[in-house]
């Protein structure tokens, strides 16, 4: 029984993000130990929760891990804590397209058993929050919504009228707060600036948020609200159960890191590590790969913004060409996938990949489901796994290719033996043979195994 809270709201841009990390930190300011989550394959909010918290923040998402992990990953991440804060995605009840709300931030806090705190911007409005407030409750009466937070409140006078309106619907109001200028973290093509990019703006505003939340909302009447939460009757995930250790001797996987590479679940590395691997971490902006490398991962991030800098690292795009070519195990993401191409922007890159990217105006978002389309040594062909999209870039082919995916619009991504690259985000969770299949891989190339 971990007491915990869902902190959601009518729609995006009503603040919960702000609200979610100002609890996170001034519940750890207060003495407590605050795990927390966000709802979706965003990557961007779980970094500003780790700075809240000094936890590592994680993802809760039925489309990519499955509903039935939903409660045993919340069990894992919450270990230890004292109070879990999930942080919602867009509003309460959207959820994938066509799916009747699948995916939602109130699809996970039924698979959490977990109350709602409802964040409502007021700006624009009097009494007529509670309407919203009211049709929120009214929508689904599975979801236990227990209080609210009004955000961005101009004056005592605007405060008591939207109080006036809140009051019928018998939600009580938790906190009040009011515009707060310092609260502003740079944003750019994708949404927030990452944390490990703005380390000192992100523990500023944090900071801020912390600061008015304890100012205008009821802490302890937050907590109250989290131990309203029902027992939660599932086993904790344990990635040691997931994927099976082989033969003596641990592998080196390295991970890129940095502020390039920072789009990556916490379960990556857990995954890897109980399947038998040592993982380090390394920032391809400055850093060679580490030493003994026997595979690299490289997930997501912005290496867009930072294709200049990354290309100046010659002794690590050299590296990375030439171990490849000797039979380097290699699984790259959306941002790894444009660190293999031969150039981004005109910028050289690897050049492992017979194609060059380029940064566009069109957004690719969703989630998708993708069928192995060729067989590598992580995925068979024929494979069928659930993935997300979310870039601005392209590639072009500079020759014929195996394609990594099938997709609905057509194929995607490219394929060698032991490097499997494209724009899919995958959450190991659903797949731990994927990891599994990495390691071994990473094992016969350290001559661990023949």
């Known amino acids: 029984m971990i007491p915990r809270v869902v902190v959601a709201a009518p729609a ?100 959490l058993k977990a109350p709602v705190v409802l964040v409502v911007e007021a700006s624009a409005a009097g009494r007529s929050v509670g309407a919203v407030v009211q049709g929120f409750v009214a929508f689904d009466t599975e979801i236990r919504i227990v209080g609210v937070i009004l955000n961005k409140v101009g004056s005592d006078r605007h405060e008591a009228e939207v109080r006036a309106g809140v009051a019928p619907t018998g939600v009580p109001v938790l906190g009040v707060l009011r515009r707060d200028t310092r609260l502003t973290v740079p944003s750019r093509h994708l949404g927030l600036v990452p944390a490990d990019e703005q380390r000192e703006q992100a523990s500023a505003a944090v900071e801020a948020a912390a600061e008015l939340v304890r100012q205008g909302v009821d802490l302890e009447a937050f907590v109250a609200a989290a131990h309203a939460a029902t027992d939660l009757d599932v086993e904790a995930w344990d990635p040691t159960a997931e994927v099976a250790q082989a033969g003596e001797g641990r592998p080196v996987v390295a991970v890129a890191g940095g502020p390039v590479f920072s789009f990556r679940y916490t379960e990556t590395a857990e995954l890897l590590v109980a399947a038998g691997a040592d993982v380090v971490s390394f920032d391809p902006l400055s850093d060679p790969l580490p030493e003994a490398t026997s595979a690299l991962y490289l997930g997501g991030g912005f290496p867009e913004l930072h294709a200049e800098a990354l290309s100046a690292n010659d002794v690590l795009r050299r590296q990375v060409a030439s171990e490849i070519a000797a039979g380097l195990p290699v699984i790259a993401e959306c941002a790894g996938l444009l660190y293999l191409c031969r150039e981004l922007d005109g910028h050289p890159m690897t050049g492992v990949l017979p194609a060059t990217a380029r940064m566009t105006d069109r957004l690719t978002l969703g989630y998708r489901t993708a069928i192995a389309a060729t067989t590598t040594a992580f995925f068979d062909e024929g494979r069928r796994v659930r993935g997300h999209e979310f870039h601005r870039t392209a590639i072009e082919l500079d020759a014929q290719v195996d394609p990594a995916w099938h997709l609905p619009a057509g194929v995607e991504g490219i394929a060698l033996p032991r490097v499997h690259a494209s724009y899919l985000h995958l959450h190991w969770t659903a797949c731990p043979d994927v990891p599994a299949r990495f390691v071994a891989e990473a094992r016969v190339h350290a001559g661990l195994e023949k």
């Open 12 to 111: 995006s841009g009503a603040g919960k993000t702000t609200v979610a990390v100002g609890l996170m930190a001034a519940l750890r300011r207060a003495g407590r130990t605050v795990a927390g989550f966000k709802v979706g394959p965003d990557y961007i909010d779980p970094g500003f929760h780790a700075v809240a918290t000094g936890r590592p923040g994680r993802n809760l998402d039925p489309m990519l891990s499955g509903e039935e992990r939903v409660g045993p990953l919340f069990a894992h991440g919450a270990a230890g804590a004292d109070l879990a804060v999930v942080e919602g995605v867009m509003g309460l009840y959207d959820g994938a397209l066509g799916t009747e709300g699948f995916s939602s931030t109130a699809h996970v806090a039924k698979l």
